[in-house]
């Protein structure tokens, strides 16, 4: 080479990356709902080709499960304070508010990989429930009822609410909202955690 640069590359850095992918996925999903996500979809609003997206991701499935836990990792940091059910009724707030900012969370499938975002989650889930006399397996349980029942409310929540506001008369309240929703997964927790049940 003339100016004696032998064996750099030339043209533009490469600019994709597995979060770049995953956010792009994240913006399709929160426009259009889930099922528009597709690697050909990406790959055109990244303006590169479902190839080039293939060499970061496994494919669609692998780009949801990431996608998944790029969400969970917009969760707020809170301080655990040792008092595990205020600690959860927030914990729980937080994610019914990502769930209503990503709708299509609630149907997401359950990943396979637990990414580093998602075992961060849990950590902390276990971390609030440090203070609760369970054994691990109890308070594992009781995570994935919570899961469970956050993304049903997701799911259903809306609707329920639209339906009992038609058939409610108008003095009492229209529905289940987010603090109600909050106590009975609050509850139904330690329901799980207590050896009595």
């Known amino acids: 080479m003339a100016d004696g640069r032998i064996g750099r590359s030339t043209g533009r850095p490469p600019r994709l990356d597995r979060t770049t992918i995953g ?3 994240i ?5 259009r709902g889930l099922a528009a996500v597709t690697m050909r979809r990406i790959a055109a609003r990244l303006d590169s080709s479902p190839a080039a997206l293939y060499r970061h991701v496994d494919g669609r499935d692998d780009l949801v499960e990431l996608m998944v836990d790029l969400v969970i990792g917009q969760s707020p ?3 655990v304070t040792g008092n595990w059910r205020d600690d959860l009724e927030r914990f729980v707030g937080d994610l019914l508010q990502l769930h209503r900012s990503h709708p299509w969370l609630a149907s997401a499938p359950i990943p396979r990989v637990v990414g580093p975002q998602t075992t961060r ?3 902390t889930l276990l971390e609030i429930l440090a203070a609760h006399p369970a054994d691990r397996g109890r308070k594992l349980a009781a995570v994935a009822v919570m899961m469970n029942l956050v993304a049903g409310f997701s799911r259903w929540g809306p609707a329920v609410t639209e339906v009992s506001t ?4 108008v003095h009492e309240p229209p529905g289940l909202g987010d603090l109600e929703a909050v106590a009975v997964v609050v509850d139904a927790v330690g329901g799980v955690l207590s050896p009595d049940r």
Do not use: I, N, Q
């Open 166 to 169: 038609s058939l409610t008369p």
């Open 27 to 31: 913006t399709l999903a929160d426009e």
């Open 23 to 25: 956010l792009s996925g």
């Open 77 to 79: 940091d809170r301080e």
């Open 121 to 123: 989650m849990l950590e």
